[in-house]
């Protein structure tokens, strides 16, 4: 039976959001003393991502109160009981893909498909009592948070936490749709619709992967900008012009052999369909709201052959994936600094959730 009693703990400060659609606000809460199997981290920078906005709008559920942020980096300050492999002091990134190691996916060496991924335990709490929902099982916009152990991923302390932690979701997403899902190659082309934090990092990965041609597709001229300096080769405003045919313009009249969708929306998956050449892979990696629906005539589907994925996670694996994005990042080759475009306070979460909406930051980042 888990254990799920309250271990003494310390009041900290942290961004909270009590219900649907109001303002979030910065509360006091109560982050208990580490259990079997946790890990209290303080954290030192966590991103404001789109998740968060879509936990204050109550779309992903309505288990407010909310304890927002997950895009996090920070150091260990204890472990519980049983834990291995980390200890006080470690420099970690935050994830929520805790494997557990025993499930049918981790049995059959797909760990990155893991079905029961951990958290704590133990919740934290309001002052009152009130039990809160960290936001991915995470809950980092604090001073502190409660994980589970497995969710601390360790990384070169040499990292600059605002932009390692960005690792943690949306970054990682982008980046992992190239490299992990669409299995971009060296050679290849590849086509990128939206160019927010998700779609430049899937930007940045078929670069690293060695493409030869990146085509950037949005419908605005300041973040096809951003994407060029990621290394898209070409760009196309899609508010001028059919994404489909330029995509296959720029690609001899063929397609682009990976076509990852950073939006999620019914128009921009079907571009992603048509958009790529004859046995070519689609990725979807940007989320879709609960009601959306996408319509491909079944012969289509068959006829063109190739791959329609999604990519949860980027189908990373925290644990391999990480360090290694890190040690690139200090090897100058791979710039997360580049997400970053402000710095702020846990006060001001609420107007990055304006300026994310408008379009105007890649990423707001709390630091401490």
């Known amino acids: 039976m888990t254990d799920t009693r309250q271990r003494g703990g310390q009041t900290v400060e942290a961004v909270v959001a009590t219900e649907k659609g109001a303002p979030v606000s910065v509360r006091t809460i109560v982050v208990p003393d580490p259990g079997p199997g946790e890990a209290l981290v303080a954290v030192e920078a966590c991103g404001v991502c789109h998740t968060d906005l879509h936990y204050r709008e109550g779309a992903i559920g309505d288990d407010f109160p909310y304890l927002l942020g997950h895009e996090a980096a920070g150091r260990v300050e204890a472990v519980g009981e049983g834990v ?29 498909y893991c079905f029961d991924t951990a958290n704590a335990a133990q919740p934290m709490r309001l002052p009152d009592g009130t039990a809160l929902s960290p936001a991915l099982g995470i809950g980092a916009f604090a001073e502190k948070t409660l994980v589970a152990a497995g969710q601390c991923t360790k990384v070169d302390p040499a990292a600059d936490p605002a932009a390692a932690g960005l690792l943690g979701c949306g970054v990682m997403a982008g980046l992992g749709a190239a490299l992990n899902t669409g299995g971009v190659g060296r050679g290849d082309s590849v086509a990128v619709i939206g160019c927010g934090g998700v779609g430049d990092a899937a930007v940045a990965g078929a670069r690293l992967a060695g493409a030869a041609r990146i085509i950037a597709i949005d419908v605005d001229p300041r973040k096809l900008e951003w994407a060029r300096g990621f290394g898209a080769t070409h760009t196309v405003n899609a508010r001028e012009r059919s994404p489909i045919e330029a995509v296959r313009e720029l690609t001899g009249g063929n397609g682009a052999d990976v076509v990852i969708d950073a939006v999620g929306r019914p128009e921009t998956f079907r571009q992603a369909f048509y958009a790529r050449d004859l046995a070519g892979t689609a990725v979807l990696v940007g989320v879709p709201e609960p009601e959306f629906q996408a319509e491909l005539p079944l012969l289509d589907v068959f006829s063109r052959g190739g791959a329609v994925k999604s990519s949860w996670y980027g189908d990373c694996l925290p644990s391999r994936d990480f360090p290694m994005l890190i040690d690139l990042y200090l090897q100058g080759r791979l710039d997360l600094d580049a997400f970053v475009t402000e710095r702020i306070g846990p006060g001001d979460v609420e107007e990055a959730f304006g300026r994310m909406r408008r379009g105007t930051v890649l990423r707001s980042v709390v630091v401490r």
């Open 84 to 112: 291995t492999g980390l200890e006080p002091g470690d420099f970690v990134v935050l994830n929520w893909r805790a494997v557990c190691g025993v499930c049918r996916a981790c049995a059959r060496g797909r760990p990155q």
